[in-house]
Structure formats: structure tokens, C-alpha cells
């Protein structure tokens, strides 16, 4: 099992430019997660979802849209990046409520992305 | 979710015990204390949780005082390995969402 994959690892972006962060997980987990995490800060959740066609959002959207169409993807978009964005950006994902009685997310290796 | 507060900072010698503090006064019945970690660049790893009572794993062990307002993360013989940022976190039993402060960064010194 691969677990939590992230693509790009790297990306560099100009100001108003969009993209789109792709997480994958093959461990049949219904939740899924987006944080981002600045310089010396913890991880900030954006948006996170409770299984496939639903998404809700975190502590910090704005400027964040994201979409599971198929349960084993979350896809975190940015329309028109900003300077502010510049962060690493992790995607999680955990089996859901319904199928344990904790908590434990499985995380992935990140994306670092620069906005100049 | 209860606020949890961790110390800024700690180091550890490479062999020894490593004991990380958490303070969680404010911590209802129903919250988990959960322990992550996070080497560097990584995303963070799930480690162990607890309720009430103390519990161990392959990786650590969590000592949760009696009124559970305070715990203890236990890494037993620390290696070098164990150098990371590590988080505890309060959860409600039943929020599928996890707060992270700022951790503790633990060092392990040769």
C-alpha cells in the first residue's frame, strides 16, 4: 500500500495563477483532510471531508475550493494565488468514526508551494 | 476541544528516557488526549491516545494523571531517530477534526 500520495511535491506559482493539489489514499478511508503549515507554526486544517461528495470547511478556506468526487481523492484548488499562500500543504486521511473509535490520521509527505 | 499547553523546547540524551509533558486542564470527559509527531519536513505521525487510563505501544507510552487535567508522553530508551516536534492534542470523541499547536521540539543529543 502506497497511503497517503500528494502530486506535486514542488511547485512554484505567480500571483493570480490557479492549480490544483491532488491527495490520494488506497486504504479505503473516508475521511480526508487538507492543512497547511507555515514557518514554526502546527498544521492548520482548510478543508476536510466525511466521504465521498461531501467536503466542509476548516480553520482557515478562504482562498481554498476542494472536491472529493471519488472517495479515495481530495483535491485542494487555489483560483488565484496569493504571496499568503506560500506554505506546505499536507493531505490526511482517516478510516472515519464508523469504522474506529479514534482519531488516527494518516499523513502525507506534503507539497511545498511558493507563490512569488 | 480542550487548549492543551506543551513546553516550547526539550532535550533528551541519546539512550535515556525521554519525558514530554502535556497540560490539559480544561479537559472534558469525553476528550481523547491524542500524541503525534512530526520529523522534520515530514507529515506528522500518529503515536498513541488515551482516555483515562495509561497505555502503552511499540512506539511510546501515556501516563494521564488521575483528574486528567495533565499527561505524559514516555519514549523509553530515545534515539536519535526520536528527534521530531511532537503534538498533544484534546479531542472530543466524535469531532473528526484535530486542532495542532505548536508542539514540543525534542532533541536527542548523542
Known amino acids: 500500500n502506497a497511503g497517503v500520495t500528494q502530486t506535486p511535491k514542488f511547485r512554484v506559482l505567480k500571483t493570480g495563477q490557479s492549480m490544483t493539489l491532488l491527495c490520494a489514499q488506497d486504504?479505503?478511508?473516508?475521511?480526508m483532510y487538507w492543512y497547511r503549515q507555515d514557518p514554526g507554526m502546527g498544521l492548520r486544517l482548510i478543508h476536510y471531508?466525511?466521504?465521498?461528495?461531501?467536503?466542509a470547511k476548516g480553520e482557515v478556506p478562504d482562498g481554498y475550493n476542494v472536491s472529493r468526487l471519488k472517495k479515495q481523492n481530495f483535491l485542494l484548488g487555489l483560483e488565484s494565488a496569493a504571496p499568503s499562500q506560500t506554505s506546505v500543504y499536507f493531505c490526511a486521511s482517516s478510516p472515519g468514526l464508523a469504522r474506529s473509535s479514534y482519531n488516527e490520521q494518516f499523513f502525507g509527505p506534503g507539497t511545498r508551494l511558493t507563490v512569488l | 476541544d480542550a487548549k492543551t499547553t506543551q513546553p516550547t523546547s526539550m532535550d533528551c540524551a541519546e539512550g535515556r528516557a525521554a519525558n514530554l509533558p502535556c497540560n490539559h486542564s480544561?479537559?472534558?470527559?469525553?476528550?481523547?488526549v491524542y500524541w503525534y509527531r512530526q520529523i522534520h519536513s515530514q507529515g506528522p505521525q500518529y503515536i498513541i491516545h488515551?482516555?483515562?487510563n495509561n497505555e502503552t505501544n511499540e512506539m511510546a507510552s501515556l501516563i494521564i494523571t488521575e483528574d486528567r487535567k495533565s499527561s505524559t508522553l514516555i519514549l523509553p530508551h530515545a534515539t536519535l531517530r526520536d528527534t521530531a516536534v511532537y503534538y498533544c492534542i484534546a479531542n472530543n470523541f466524535g469531532n473528526e477534526k484535530l486542532t495542532f499547536g505548536t508542539g514540543t521540539r525534542l532533541t536527542i543529543i548523542p
Open positions: 471531508s466525511v466521504g465521498e461528495g461531501t467536503t
Open positions: 488515551g482516555l483515562k
Open positions: 480544561t479537559i472534558s470527559g469525553n476528550e481523547y
Open positions: 486504504m479505503n478511508h473516508e475521511y
